[in-house]
């Protein structure tokens, strides 16, 4: 049986797609190598603090950025050292003095295992980092700044988001006449 023209022509187009196609797969490599460098690279300038949903950040419209040291997390339930629970925030603030014993050992804990070298002969150059919740009342955060500077923490920062400043609008006056 002949086959018409358009049947081979359909034929011949088909037979087409069958083939194997190789993929070159240096000039991927390539591209993925630059973005793993640009990465790298990039990464650096940024300190990412770790982000608690339960905790609402206050914000400011400070430029300056966090460094690396020792985070403390106060959430509406617990105190948090670098993601540990130290502490409960109704023990805290229902117990008499300034100082949280429990807060005080874990700070000088991690004093001896994350801080540098020079900071830990220099109290002054200490760092802690305090996420607290907007809505936690100010007795609260000073009885966690207290105890901060009792273990040999000579910077206290406290955590915020970064809000754009606010600009002021030009009032434009139109001449009476």
Do not use: H, W
């Amino acid at each position: 049986m002949k086959m018409s023209k358009r049947a081979l022509r359909m034929q011949k187009r088909n037979s087409k797609g069958k083939k194997q196609i190789a993929l070159n797969l240096v000039s991927l490599m390539d591209i993925f190598t630059i973005l793993v460098f640009f990465l790298l690279v990039n990464s650096s300038d940024v300190e990412v603090l770790p982000n608690a949903k339960d905790i609402q950040l206050p914000e400011s419209v400070a430029e300056q950025k966090a460094r690396e040291n020792v985070v403390i997390a106060v959430t509406g339930e617990q105190i948090l050292v670098q993601g540990r629970p130290v502490a409960t925030v109704s023990e805290v603030v229902n117990s008499k003095g300034l100082l949280i014993p429990a807060l005080a050992d874990a700070l000088r804990q991690q004093s001896d295992r994350v801080l540098r070298r020079e900071a830990m002969q220099d109290i002054a150059s200490r760092e802690v980092t305090i996420m607290g919740d907007r809505e936690l009342p100010y007795r609260l955060l000073k009885k966690v700044m207290a105890t901060c500077t009792s273990a040999d923490y000579g910077q206290i920062s406290l955590a915020v988001m970064q809000r754009a400043p606010v600009r002021q609008a030009a009032v434009m006056t139109t001449p009476q006449g």
